[in-house]
Nanobody, 125 residues
Framework: QVQLVESGGGSVQAGGSLRLSCAAS????????MGWFRQVPGKERGGVAG???????NYTDSVKGRFTISKDNAKNTLYLEMNSLKVEDTAMYYC???????????????????RGQGTQVTVSS
Protein backbone atom coordinates (compact mmCIF):
# COMPACT_ATOMS: atom_id res chain seq x y z
CA GLN A 1 0.00 0.00 0.00
CA VAL A 2 0.96 3.60 -0.58
CA GLN A 3 -0.14 6.41 1.72
CA LEU A 4 -0.43 9.96 0.41
CA VAL A 5 -0.81 13.01 2.64
CA GLU A 6 -1.48 16.45 1.17
CA SER A 7 -0.77 19.81 2.74
CA GLY A 8 -0.61 23.46 1.74
CA GLY A 9 -4.18 24.26 0.87
CA GLY A 10 -5.92 27.36 2.12
CA SER A 11 -7.72 30.54 1.16
CA VAL A 12 -6.26 33.16 -1.13
CA GLN A 13 -7.46 36.07 -3.20
CA ALA A 14 -7.59 35.87 -6.97
CA GLY A 15 -4.16 36.45 -8.45
CA GLY A 16 -2.44 34.94 -5.45
CA SER A 17 -0.34 31.82 -5.08
CA LEU A 18 -0.33 28.58 -3.13
CA ARG A 19 1.99 25.59 -3.00
CA LEU A 20 0.59 22.14 -2.36
CA SER A 21 2.71 19.26 -1.14
CA CYS A 22 2.06 15.53 -1.07
CA ALA A 23 4.19 13.14 0.97
CA ALA A 24 4.19 9.51 -0.09
CA SER A 25 4.98 6.64 2.26
CA UNK A 26 4.60 2.91 2.41
CA UNK A 27 5.53 1.17 -0.84
CA UNK A 28 6.43 4.53 -2.38
CA UNK A 29 9.27 2.92 -4.37
CA UNK A 30 6.65 1.28 -6.58
CA UNK A 31 5.24 4.61 -7.75
CA UNK A 32 6.00 5.74 -11.30
CA UNK A 33 3.41 8.45 -11.95
CA MET A 34 2.00 11.01 -9.59
CA GLY A 35 -0.41 13.85 -10.08
CA TRP A 36 -3.09 16.17 -8.81
CA PHE A 37 -6.77 16.19 -9.52
CA ARG A 38 -9.50 18.40 -8.14
CA GLN A 39 -13.18 18.16 -7.45
CA VAL A 40 -15.98 20.58 -6.74
CA PRO A 41 -19.11 19.22 -5.04
CA GLY A 42 -21.59 18.08 -7.63
CA LYS A 43 -19.04 17.95 -10.43
CA GLU A 44 -16.77 15.26 -11.80
CA ARG A 45 -13.16 14.93 -10.78
CA GLY A 46 -10.76 16.62 -13.17
CA GLY A 47 -7.07 15.98 -13.69
CA VAL A 48 -4.89 19.02 -13.07
CA ALA A 49 -1.35 17.81 -13.69
CA GLY A 50 0.70 14.64 -13.81
CA UNK A 51 4.39 13.80 -13.69
CA UNK A 52 6.50 10.66 -13.95
CA UNK A 53 9.78 9.65 -12.34
CA UNK A 54 11.68 11.01 -15.35
CA UNK A 55 10.19 14.47 -14.88
CA UNK A 56 7.84 14.34 -17.84
CA UNK A 57 4.81 16.45 -16.99
CA ASN A 58 1.50 17.37 -18.51
CA TYR A 59 -1.30 19.71 -17.52
CA THR A 60 -4.91 20.33 -18.19
CA ASP A 61 -5.33 23.31 -20.51
CA SER A 62 -6.91 25.62 -17.94
CA VAL A 63 -3.82 25.64 -15.71
CA LYS A 64 -1.04 25.70 -18.30
CA GLY A 65 1.32 28.59 -17.68
CA ARG A 66 -0.01 29.10 -14.14
CA PHE A 67 0.61 25.81 -12.33
CA THR A 68 3.84 23.82 -12.09
CA ILE A 69 4.08 20.23 -10.92
CA SER A 70 7.33 18.87 -9.58
CA LYS A 71 8.55 15.79 -7.76
CA ASP A 72 11.40 15.16 -5.35
CA ASN A 73 12.09 11.47 -5.84
CA ALA A 74 14.54 11.34 -2.94
CA LYS A 75 11.91 12.66 -0.54
CA ASN A 76 8.96 10.89 -2.21
CA THR A 77 7.21 14.24 -2.24
CA LEU A 78 5.06 15.81 -4.94
CA TYR A 79 4.45 19.53 -5.30
CA LEU A 80 2.04 21.78 -7.13
CA GLU A 81 2.98 25.43 -7.41
CA MET A 82 -0.14 27.43 -8.22
CA ASN A 83 0.20 31.03 -9.39
CA SER A 84 -2.28 33.56 -10.75
CA LEU A 85 -5.06 31.69 -9.05
CA LYS A 86 -8.59 32.21 -10.29
CA VAL A 87 -11.93 31.83 -8.54
CA GLU A 88 -12.64 28.83 -10.76
CA ASP A 89 -9.61 27.04 -9.30
CA THR A 90 -11.53 26.67 -6.05
CA ALA A 91 -11.84 22.95 -5.30
CA MET A 92 -10.67 20.10 -3.14
CA TYR A 93 -7.27 19.07 -4.48
CA TYR A 94 -6.16 15.47 -4.26
CA CYS A 95 -2.77 13.89 -4.72
CA UNK A 96 -2.74 10.60 -6.60
CA UNK A 97 -0.16 7.97 -7.53
CA UNK A 98 0.13 4.94 -9.77
CA UNK A 99 2.72 2.31 -10.60
CA UNK A 100 1.80 2.09 -14.28
CA UNK A 101 4.21 4.08 -16.46
CA UNK A 102 1.68 4.16 -19.29
CA UNK A 103 -0.79 6.27 -17.30
CA UNK A 104 1.04 9.60 -17.28
CA UNK A 105 -1.64 11.48 -19.19
CA UNK A 106 -3.41 14.04 -16.97
CA UNK A 107 -6.80 12.54 -17.80
CA UNK A 108 -5.85 9.34 -15.99
CA UNK A 109 -4.84 11.07 -12.74
CA UNK A 110 -8.29 11.00 -11.09
CA UNK A 111 -8.30 7.21 -11.59
CA UNK A 112 -4.84 6.41 -10.26
CA UNK A 113 -4.55 3.48 -7.84
CA UNK A 114 -3.78 5.59 -4.78
CA ARG A 115 -5.08 8.95 -3.61
CA GLY A 116 -4.85 11.15 -0.55
CA GLN A 117 -7.56 12.70 1.59
CA GLY A 118 -7.42 16.04 -0.17
CA THR A 119 -6.70 19.64 0.73
CA GLN A 120 -9.10 22.51 0.14
CA VAL A 121 -8.13 25.45 -2.03
CA THR A 122 -10.44 28.45 -1.97
CA VAL A 123 -9.87 31.46 -4.21
CA SER A 124 -11.96 34.56 -3.58
CA SER A 125 -12.52 37.53 -5.86
Amino acid sequence: QVQLVESGGGSVQAGGSLRLSCAASGYAYSIYCMGWFRQVPGKERGGVAGIDNDGNANYTDSVKGRFTISKDNAKNTLYLEMNSLKVEDTAMYYCAADWDRLRLWVGYVPFYNYRGQGTQVTVSS
